[in-house]
């Protein structure tokens, strides 16, 4: 993840974060804990949400491989915004605060890393806001499904899946159901695999 930080900005890096493993379910922190530092994904998918009426817990963003998520360590907040639970499992690495203010000082280099991976994560946000906006929910969870899909198979179970598209566990149940019947999707405890992956985009892009 940090491999293209030179040898001295990798040592001290890694003399500051330390590894962190969460079975599927663990939750982080949730809205309103403090802030006690920030993390980095290396394995396994992230949840970042906030509660909200008739979303159960709506998810904001997934964070993946390569991905950093609780950038309020990067400023001066006191308190996180949202919560942050696995979505699968996962191998992360957390670097205390105080240890990440003066990794950032003294290395510019992991400052930059840092302005991109949060650049990345903005990209991501922008793109659910105009999901949200402009597409139906069927072609959401399509979208979500070949997105998070590792070699075709989307590691969530119905309520997950939900939660990430905006909509009731009923509605992404039916639509997966219809889907099953043609042939596009197989359904298995916690898991979707997708079967016809042209027919899932050409819905998703359908305007």
């Given at each position: 993840m940090?491999?293209?930080l030179?040898?001295?900005?990798?040592?001290?890096?890694?003399?500051?974060?330390?590894?962190?493993?969460?079975?599927?379910?663990?939750?982080?922190?949730a809205?309103?804990d403090?802030v006690?530092?920030?993390y980095?994904?290396?394995?396994?998918?992230?949840?970042?949400?906030r509660p909200?009426?008739?979303?159960?817990?709506?998810?904001?963003?997934?964070?993946?491989p390569?991905?950093?998520?609780?950038?309020?360590?990067?400023?001066?907040?006191?308190?996180?915004?949202?919560?942050a639970?696995?979505?699968?499992?996962?191998e992360?690495y957390?670097?205390?605060?105080?240890?990440?203010?003066?990794l950032?000082?003294?290395?510019?280099?992991?400052?930059a890393?840092?302005?991109?991976?949060?650049?990345g994560?903005?990209?991501?946000?922008?793109?659910?806001?105009?999901?949200?906006?402009?597409?139906s929910?069927?072609?959401?969870?399509a979208?979500?499904l070949?997105?998070?899909?590792?070699?075709?198979?989307?590691?969530?179970?119905?309520?997950?899946?939900?939660?990430?598209?905006?909509?009731?566990?009923e509605t992404?149940t039916?639509?997966?159901?219809?889907?099953?019947?043609?042939?596009?999707v197989d359904?298995?405890?916690?898991?979707?695999?997708?079967l016809?992956?042209?027919?899932?985009?050409?819905?998703?892009?359908e305007?």
């Open positions: 940090l491999q293209g030179s040898l001295e900005a990798r040592q001290e890096a890694l003399k500051v974060f330390r590894p962190l493993r969460l079975r599927r379910g663990a939750v982080l922190f809205p309103g403090p006690d530092g920030g980095l994904v290396r394995q396994g998918l992230v949840g970042l949400h909200g009426p008739g979303l159960e817990g709506g998810v904001l963003d997934v964070v993946g390569g991905g950093v998520f609780g950038e309020e360590a990067l400023g001066e907040e006191a308190r996180r915004r949202a919560g639970e696995a979505l699968t499992y996962a992360l957390f670097a205390p605060r105080e240890g990440l203010a003066a950032r000082a003294r290395f510019a280099e992991i400052e890393f840092f302005l991109q991976a949060l650049y994560r903005l990209c991501s946000l922008e793109e659910r806001l105009w999901e949200a906006r402009h597409l929910v069927a072609q959401r969870l979208r979500l070949l997105r998070m899909g590792e070699d075709g198979v989307a590691p969530f179970s119905h309520q997950d899946l939900a939660r990430m598209v905006g909509a009731s566990r992404v039916k639509l997966l159901g219809e889907w099953a019947l043609k042939g596009w359904l298995g405890y916690r898991r979707v695999e997708v016809e992956p042209k027919a899932l985009a050409r819905l998703a892009e305007l």
